[in-house]
């Protein structure tokens, strides 16, 4: 008995250190190239895991919040909760528009960190954003606005081809991992068509 669960223990090790080794290490480079091809062309997506609001506790947010960088321009589509210290006559749109960056630089300060800070102003406000992005591709953002309380989020860099980066192991992802893999969507697959015979029969098929 005690030999067998030496012999069992033994295939759990041998199996783990294949798991990390030579696939978790070539997903790792795949996912470095693929942040550092992202942020040199300045095509960019975050999909949002959770907010930290100034004046209450984090929560994890649902499914669809994100910020992209395309270019010179900033996409946020970002949740908000906060106090609005000022407010204008344009109808609210919080951290919800698409605008021009009108100033944008780009930092090393670890050897796996780049720090993006940006600047945007919409109708109702002037915003600095403040993006970290690490190789691994998770993302930290904080947002400051001269007229209301600041606000960070954490993510995940996506790419259109494999959704929101964070699996680490091909075929024993957490279940974070698994979470995002179920709701995120597939850019590349097409609705499955109905055969013809079958078609056929649903229309010819007349209500009793």
Known sequence: MKLYKNIVGA???????????????????????????????????????????????SRTVSYGFYLAINGDTLE??????????????VSPEGLN?????????????????????LNVRTREDLYHYIVEVYDSGSAYIRVRAQNRDSISFDGNVSLRNRGAIGDDCEGNAGEQGQNRAQLRPNYLSKPAKMPLHKRRTRLLRHPK
Do not use: W
């Open 76 to 89: 946020s589509r970002l949740p908000y909760m906060g106090q609005v210290h000022q407010t204008t006559a």
């Open 11 to 57: 295939f759990l090790v041998l199996l783990a250190v294949g798991c990390a080794s030579p696939k978790s290490a070539e997903r790792a480079a795949e996912t470095q190239k693929a942040v550092a091809e992202a942020l040199a062309n300045r095509h960019l997506r975050i999909e949002i895991r959770s907010m930290n609001p100034f004046r209450n506790a």
């Open 97 to 117: 528009f698409d605008a021009t960056i009108i100033g944008y630089s780009e930092t090393r300060p670890k050897k796996d960190l780049t720090r993006i800070e």
